[in-house]
């Protein structure tokens, strides 16, 4: 579940950092389609990174329909397809869709997380008083209380037990610190996170 979370955090914000400028478009209309590399004209890390979260797009196959490109794999079977224009991106692929504002650098993700046919998971960029975006946060079961949350200056958060607290990796274990100490958590039935074996003591 947790590479499954890492994969739908990798999408959103690569849908809202990477999707929005400098993919190839060429010049092409619907009755003449567009096929090869859209990621070309990319910076070669932000190339790799687009690249690692949907391979598809060094093969794609595109055609402009009004202001908007749209692409998908070279597949007939292929779930996934990326609209980009207007200062938007759409992704969708077989469990989630992203819609992504490049001027705003901002987005909102849904996921059937559990693949169980319903959209249980909501992952949106949050703004300060200023209207400009501070972070992100996810509520993995949309219950309305965000489970897992981070802001622009790398602060991570879980929300443990009625409470957040600073999230801290330790020998590849979730945890959090309480009062300076580290304490294990994990993911708990009823959304958000408990502390592991601990009941919070």
Known sequence: MKRKVIKL???FLG????FGGGFYFGV???EYLYVGDITKELPLDMRENALDLNPWYENAVGCRLGSYS???PDD???EDILITGNNRVVLIDSMSVSVANERKGSG???SDSNSDGGLSYISYSTFNENGERDGEVSDWNRDGQPDFRFNTHGVIEFWVERQWYEAKTEDKKSGVLVDGKWKEVERSDGGGYRFKNSLGQ
């Open 70 to 72: 749209v692409y998908a």
């Open 9 to 11: 955090l990798g999408l």
């Open 28 to 30: 092409f209309s619907a």
């Open 108 to 110: 909102v993700l849904v």
């Open 15 to 18: 849908a809202i950092t990477l």
């Open 76 to 78: 007939l079977n292929a």
